[in-house]
């Protein structure tokens, strides 16, 4: 892992973690943000912020997902406070394998407050070595394009929206279906016939269709001409063996969302090629350190990979735009998080700007103030 020989380079040896303090972020999102599973109207996360015996600070944050990773705000806070905290405190962060490790068995599941606790030391690291994350993480590319997701509503509301989002830039749309699976044949033809064939479509059932359903959707869409890049999770999230029936009967690629959250559940994705594509999410691997590992055995399968997020600010966004900078087997992105939020950038970190992400050379993950937060003392 050649990151972990740049570090040798740096002159920095010992670098004590002295102090986790978790706080809240509640920010407006544009539009409410519907799946086949939730509803969401507010962004209400929660900030970490790490510091180092050298008065530097590293960010990160998590969303309660609970229909997705179980969890809730007071299950990160308790997690962060009462076990991940007391399980690194101390140590020394330039031996991030150690670091890592230890949160990473500092309990069971609970990805989401690791997730945050994993970018905050990561950021701090890359502070403290003077550089920005994504080129300590691989460095294999500068900026790139986002999609933009439509949320599932009336069909004359998702066509609206696509257009709008069209009008701003965005050339590559995901979809939300799944909710009604008779319509969604119907929902993805009028955004196809709306949006003309230039723009590349992604469709998410989020778990709701049958295999049956999903074979019979998607090859429904195949033969309307429809040309979809790819359909996200059609079934339950435990169902590899109708993830694998589905990806062996059509030809459209399908992509692993939900099913995996684990470098093992990956690892047993690609080996029973129960989906084309894995989609990694750092709120699913419980952060950076473990998404490494599913791109580096997805790099020795050839098996692309999606960087998606959760209903996220721009902290999380910010770090997982770093991992896909880094990482070339990560082709695709998700990263609307930023570009759903009604309130302003916070400065610094990767430049959001419409459907492009642009690295800055801003050291570590690079946000410089957390705007709005409250933190708990
Ligand atoms: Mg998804």
């Given at each position: 892992q050649p990151f972990r020989r740049i570090s040798c380079m740096w002159e920095v040896f010992f670098l004590r973690i002295t102090d986790i303090q978790v706080g809240r972020l509640s920010l407006p999102l544009a539009h409410p943000f519907k799946t086949a599973l939730r509803t969401v109207e507010r962004l209400e996360d929660v900030v970490v912020r790490v510091v180092g015996e050298n008065g530097l600070v590293g960010y990160g944050e998590a969303p309660p997902t609970a229909v997705i990773t179980g969890d809730t705000i007071p299950s990160i806070l308790c997690a962060i406070e009462e076990y991940i905290k007391p399980a690194i405190a101390g140590m020394d962060l330039m031996d991030l394998d150690a670091v890592m490790e230890r949160l990473d068995g500092?309990?069971?599941?609970?990805t989401s407050p690791k997730a945050a606790v994993d970018m905050a030391l990561y950021d701090l690291w890359g502070r403290t070595l003077g550089k920005p994350l994504y080129q300590l993480l691989g460095g294999a590319k500068t900026a790139f394009e986002t999609d933009l997701t439509i949320s599932v509503n009336p069909v004359e509301e998702m066509v609206r929206d696509a257009l709008e989002a069209r009008g701003r830039g965005f050339s590559i749309l995901k979809i939300k279906v799944g909710k009604d699976p008779a319509l969604d044949v119907e929902r993805i033809a009028a955004i196809r016939k709306a949006v003309g064939p230039a723009v590349k479509l992604r469709v998410d059932a989020n778990q709701g269709w049958t295999a049956a359903e999903s074979v019979s959707i998607i090859k429904a869409m195949e033969d309307k001409g429809l040309n979809i890049e790819l359909v996200e999770q059609p079934v339950a999230a435990r169902d590899f063996e109708g993830l694998k029936a589905v990806t062996a009967q059509v030809d459209t690629p399908i992509l692993a969302d939900e099913a995996v959250f684990s470098p093992a559940d990956a690892l047993h994705i690609i080996e029973t090629h129960a989906a084309d594509y894995l989609n990694i999410k750092l709120m699913k691997t419980g952060g950076i350190h473990n998404a490494l590992k599913i791109c580096e055995a997805a790099e020795k399968n050839g098996v692309k990979c999606l960087i998606g997020c959760m209903l996220e600010s721009q902290i999380a966004v910010a770090a997982a735009a770093h991992l896909c900078a880094g990482q070339?087997?990560?082709?695709?992105?998700?990263?609307?998080g930023p570009s759903l939020c009604a309130s302003p950038l916070m400065p610094g970190g990767p430049v959001f700007d419409g459907a492009m992400i642009t690295m800055s050379g801003d050291p570590g993950i690079g946000i410089e103030a957390v705007e709005g937060a409250q933190w708990q003392c």
């Open positions: 500092s309990m069971v599941h609970n070339g087997i990560i082709t695709m992105a998700d990263l609307d």
